[in-house]
């Protein structure tokens, strides 16, 4: 059973930072694209970024130069910094093993085969 477990979600201040961590388990050789969607309330869940082992890691134009995505084997971190009200979301990590990198469709939410439970970011203002 593929799981993705999601932490480090929280309540910050405006230009605060924060660290959010995806563990994979599960998948016998592991994912090879990994990537963090947010949904706000009364908002469709949004592409954040998508990393793979090889080729480019794609990011969102409303998150690029804020946050930095990283992987190992199993783990993918979110480090974001210089945060704002409207990140505030919750942050769902997700998975897709039939690929090798992400491409220009990353943000299409069909493409990625398993999703995490989500962890709740709060910017305060």
């Known amino acids: 059973q593929v799981q993705l477990v999601e932490s480090g979600g929280g309540v910050v201040q405006a230009g605060g930072s924060l660290r959010l961590s995806c563990t994979a388990s599960?998948?016998?050789?592991?994912?090879?694209?990994m990537g963090w969607f947010r949904q706000a309330p009364g908002k469709e869940r949004e592409g954040v970024t998508c990393?793979?082992?090889?080729?480019p890691t794609y990011y969102a134009d409303s998150v690029k130069d804020r946050v930095f995505f990283s992987r190992d084997e199993n783990t993918a971190t979110l480090q974001m910094s210089s945060l704002k009200p409207d990140d505030t979301a919750i942050y769902y990590c997700?998975?897709?093993?039939?690929?090798?990198?992400?491409?220009?469709?990353?943000?299409?939410?069909?493409?990625?085969?398993?999703w995490g439970q989500g962890t709740q970011v709060t910017v305060s203002s």
């Open positions: 997700a998975a897709n093993s039939a690929t090798t990198r992400c491409s220009g469709s990353w943000s299409n939410r069909g493409m990625w085969h398993y």
């Open positions: 599960g998948l016998t050789d592991g994912p090879t694209v």
């Open positions: 990393i793979s082992w090889t080729g």
